[in-house]
């Protein structure tokens, strides 16, 4: 349901000034079943919106931008927490760019 939500959002937007990005999970039931929000923090807008929150949302976000005509290496700004998968998906998909750590997030 949630990805039907998203691509119907996503599907007539534009992408292409997508530069630097905001990462922040969120608890969406009571448990741990986690979504992953990614934020377009210059046009303050949430850009795409992933289950969980390990490399398989980040590699989804990645896709999510292919499908839209964007170019990743175009994303030289992530503003996240320490979380260490997020540390490691920074290093190893987006090594050009600069990471800014915050210790609580709130993008949109």
């Known amino acids: ?3 039907r939500y998203v691509n119907e959002t996503a599907s007539g937007e534009d992408y292409s000034g997508v530069k630097a990005v905001g990462v922040d999970e969120s608890s969406r039931k009571r ?3 986690y979504i992953t929000t990614f934020c377009d923090l210059d046009a ?4 795409d919106v992933e ?3 390990d490399h398989t949302a980040f ?3 990645m896709r999510f931008l292919g499908d839209h005509g964007v170019d990743s290496s175009q994303v030289t700004e992530l ?4 979380w260490e998968p997020y540390m490691k998906w ?3 998909t987006l090594p050009p760019a600069a990471v ?3 210790a609580i997030a709130s993008w949109c």
């Open 51 to 53: 289950d969980g929150r």
């Open 90 to 92: 920074a290093q190893e």
């Open 1 to 3: 349901m949630l990805a």
């Open 100 to 102: 800014t750590l915050t």
């Open 31 to 33: 448990g741990y079943q």
């Open 79 to 82: 503003c996240m927490d320490m």
């Open 59 to 61: 590699t989804g976000f």
């Open 44 to 47: 303050s807008r949430v850009v």
